[in-house]
């Protein structure tokens, strides 16, 4: 089919998911570059944590103001805007290699911050209105494509990253990221709708705090699932498999990477696994039934660590069923927050969600890191991490029980 005979929406659709895209890429790769770069250049694993503190600050702050700003704007302002200051933040790693402070990666790396959750807000309330009221499958269908395409892209992004350094170095990497998203930039500018998502009564700055109960409970239960998973998987699991069972580098990181292609997937796929395909779409039930059986996967990888199981089988496999059950959960959420947002301003909902989203992240991987060394390190040092986890996971149960009913 000609581009030409596709609906508006549809062309909107694909101009949205394919900015989505070049940005998740470019956003997976940076993160790979920078680990690898300053790891080679002889920073400590804290002072390399350090460099993305940052990062998950500016996200809470992002999303929280974000809605705000998209619903005033438009959300094609606020994608473009995105896209822009990600190309300034891969500009400011063009400094010579001496000028490349920690202070300078941070603020560099802050930057990229705003501009990834800029991008997602704006992409994922998007689709709210390009998809008619009354068509809630194709709705879950369609933020399941995007949920679960920009994270399966996110993993490539990391293989991108390694390949990228070895082949052009550093500053030959960032510069042709930085060329390559500048035309998706001028491309977006040209092709977004302009009025997408402008609402027609400009909302008060104290809006930006949500109203609506089912928004407040959902991300609540939004915070928990992210805290739950960053609480084990940010810092405790990749030091985990490079100190205990004596994985390299390379080991640790395609593992990782393949695991989050793997989870963007079934992110995709879920949809077809609750039940779309026989007119079913999921409600509050689905999402505490789907939450109630995560949690049961990392106090089951507890107690094998805790019994002194064969523990690269055991975290092998474990990782595995809580990526297949995690994606599922996270996919049913974005479809309930876009579902519940209302169509003017939807932004304002979207941005408060994914702020609860990014407050979780923060949460769990200041925990993660925290618990771990407080615990001893090592198997008993993962094991108090997946605890956590799993009363964080019970209390997203919880918490979803207050979510609508069909």
Known sequence: MM???LTPQVRQYLVVTGNYWAFTLTDGALRMLVVLHFHSLGYSPLEIALLFLFYEIFGVVTNLFG??????????????????????ALVML????????????????ALSGIAKDLNKMSAKSSIKLLVPADAQGALYKWVALLTGSKNALK???????????????FTGAIAFMAAALALVWCASLIALKHDLGKAKSKPKFRD?????????????????????????????????????LG??????GGFL?????????????????????????????AAMLWAAALAMTPAVIALGLDAALAPQTLIVAGLMVFGLLFAINSSLHSYLIVSLARADGVSLDVGFYYMANALGRLLG??????VFQAAGQGAVGLAACLWISTALLLLTVLISVWLPRN
């Open 94 to 109: 063009l400094v010579p290699t001496a000028m490349l402070s920690v202070p300078w990666v941070m603020a560099a790396q």
């Open 3 to 5: 581009l030409s005979q």
């Open 365 to 370: 991987t200041l925990l993660s890191g925290w």
């Open 155 to 169: 993993g490539v992004g990391f293989f991108l990253g390694g390949a990228l350094l070895v082949g052009l170095g």
């Open 257 to 285: 990477a393949l695991w989050i292609i793997g989870y963007g997937a079934v992110q995709a796929l879920a949809p077809r696994i609750t039940g779309k395909a026989s007119g079913r779409v999921p409600d509050g039930r």
């Open 67 to 88: 809605g705000w700003l998209g619903a005033h704007l438009g959300l094609n302002r606020t994608m473009n805007i995105g896209l822009g200051l990600q190309v300034v």
């Open 208 to 244: 930006i705090f949500s109203k609506s109960p089912a928004i407040n409970i959902l991300s609540a239960a939004r915070l928990c699932l992210f805290g739950a998973r960053d609480v084990w998987f940010v810092v405790a699991l990749p030091v985990f498999l490079s100190q205990t």
């Open 247 to 252: 994985w390299d580098h390379w080991q640790t």
